[in-house]
């Protein structure tokens, strides 16, 4: 895995209009749910489209790890037979998540209440990222837990025998702690209920319902989600088609809005209310951007979306929108660099947690480049228009979406920018330098040659 090589650092420049129809990675968190999911159910589970990126092969191996047999086939598509729930075997080793925080923490959540021992680990950065947040609830459940200090990896668990059903209140809008507490209770006796306070991405509910789950979800007096999911259901194999990741997604949109003439259409793109927050700030900022074809897949709706070269301004972003965001705020700050005034980009405290601390790497970034910015506690200020901007190195802290948003801004800068690392790219979204490459831009490696 690229987390343990050699740093390969990547270069960008000025580049000519993009222009082209491309498909970026299937979505990441549909595939590791398609994975998980699939491991669970009695049968025979076939995904198209998975992501095969180092995070999502680490799930099928933690999947594989406790008895699913996952195969890919000669068309590319993957076939699960799964194991069922409440008959997962022991993992004979550690079950190494590298970078993948989604895959670790969701995967606590199942074997939770198994009654299994695993022990788990992860790369330099997600070994510094909490846990604590997925941990607490599960121990509430009856889950025996042992990790270093503040709940981080590498961190053992034991399943609880008997597992307890709970009412959880989530404390921070956070879809990873949502989904570990749902599936864990897909092995508990009676209902277990998820109270969110702030809507985040329903990718769980929706493949859980797909798959013959007993989950009702409402909406309370408070205007809370409630999400209550019957215990220990029989989950009936599916087949999963995984649109393209919105995530992924925004580096070529926002790379197009950027360098001028582009005009691009980035195909089957997911566009779940609860993962286009990016989308819909760009569009008032001024973005040229159209759904074309608007249509149903595996339960979400997709569109092909054009985007053309545009003059941004600068905006607020509201906070609510954080949660439907927050992984695309590195890149719409490389965007709010050439938009005319100050992006104002409040309640961004979660991104503090991330791969990195992803608020101060986006800042040291642009301050590296040249490019004004006010970093406070939980929110970042850019103001864009600046003249001469690029020429600097930027350091990724092992963070695949700071790489990939700082080779953007290098590609409708003045001068070149480097990131100190492009390898981690792989984490997420292997195939982003040809893909690139194919619209027309150009990312060097350190000996000048195309990467």
Do not use: W
Not at 11 to 37: E, N, Y
């Amino acid at each position: 895995m690229s987390h343990g090589s050699s740093p390969t650092p990547l270069t960008t420049s000025t580049s000519s209009a993009l222009t082209g129809t491309i498909r970026v990675p299937g979505d990441k968190s549909i595939s590791h749910r398609a994975l998980m999911f699939g491991a669970l159910a009695v049968g025979r589970t076939t995904v198209s489209g998975l992501l095969e990126s180092e995070d999502v092969l680490a799930t099928a191996a933690a999947m594989r790890a406790v008895g699913a047999k996952i195969e890919k086939q000669s068309d590319g598509s993957y076939v699960i037979d799964g194991v069922g729930l409440g008959s997962l075997l022991e993992p004979e080793g550690v079950i190494d998540f590298g970078n993948a925080g989604t895959g670790v923490r969701l995967t606590m959540g199942i074997f939770g209440t198994h009654d299994i021992a695993a022990t788990f680990v992860g790369d330099a950065s997600l070994s510094k990222r909490p846990m604590g947040r997925v941990l607490d609830p599960l121990r509430d459940m009856g889950t025996n837990v042992i990790a270093r200090a503040g709940d981080r990896l590498p961190a053992s668990i034991r399943g609880a025998k008997q597992p307890l059903p709970l009412t959880y209140r989530v404390p921070m809008p956070s879809a990873q702690v949502k989904s570990a507490v749902l599936l864990a209770g897909l092995n508990c006796p009676g209902e277990t209920t998820v109270i969110e306070p702030i809507a985040t991405r329903d990718h769980t509910e929706k493949m859980l319902a797909g798959f013959g789950a007993d989950i009702n979800v409402s909406v309370n007096e408070a205007g809370e989600r409630v999400i209550k999911l019957q215990g220990q259901p029989e989950l009936k194999p599916q087949d999963i088609d995984v649109p393209s990741d919105p995530s992924s997604a925004a580096f070529p949109m926002v790379a197009a809005l950027i360098v001028p003439g582009s005009d691009i259409t980035i195909e089957n793109v997911m566009l779940n209310e609860h993962r286009t927050g990016l989308f819909t700030t760009l569009i008032e900022m001024g973005g040229n951007i159209e759904y074309l074809n608007k249509r149903s897949a595996g339960g979400e709706e997709v569109a092909d979306i054009r985007v053309r070269h545009s003059q941004l301004k600068g905006i607020t972003v509201p906070a609510k929108r954080a949660p439907s965001m927050i992984d695309e705020y590195p890149v719409l700050a490389v965007a709010a660099a050439f938009a005319e005034g100050d992006t104002f980009m409040p309640g961004l405290d979660e991104l503090r947690v991330k791969e990195s601390d992803r608020l101060a790497a986006v800042a040291r970034g642009l301050e590296a480049n040249g490019i004004p910015c006010v970093e406070t506690e939980d929110t970042l200020t850019v103001t864009g228009g600046a003249n001469n901007i690029g020429g600097g190195t930027v350091v990724t802290h092992l963070d695949h979406r700071i790489a990939m948003s700082f080779l953007v801004l290098g590609m409708a800068a003045h001068k070149p920018v480097t990131v100190d690392d492009g390898a981690v790219i792989a984490t997420s979204f292997p195939s982003f330098t040809p893909l690139f490459a194919d619209m027309g831009a150009t990312i060097q490696g350190t000996s000048g040659e195309a990467a």
